[in-house]
């Protein structure tokens, strides 16, 4: 925004040294830089929302706050999330079992052309 000062009434035109400026262009410059500012704020709140996932928590005082809860949760609830979490982590192992399974061979049949194209 230009510095000016005010010479009089809402019909007079303001001065920046040598350059006139009239009202209408320095609401200009004000609208202008009203949108930068705008610009910025969002910029900053899409940093701290990358900060803080949930927008309510910072990311160190969330697993606080899982921890708490599952402190305090009954020992049927554990037994069922431990049970649930067993489950899971034999359905992976026979899932990376069959991947790992699968790769070796695509990897086989790659060699096996590359070497047949020799």
Known sequence: IPEVEATGGSCESLHNGQEEVKKDDLSDARIEARIQ???IESQKLRRVRKRS???KIAFGHLGKVIAARWKAISPEEHTKYQSSSSEDGRRYKKELAVFKTLETQR????IFTEYRMK
């Open 37 to 39: 500012n705008r610009h």
């Open 107 to 110: 990897r086989r049949r790659e």
């Open 53 to 55: 996932p949930h927008r």
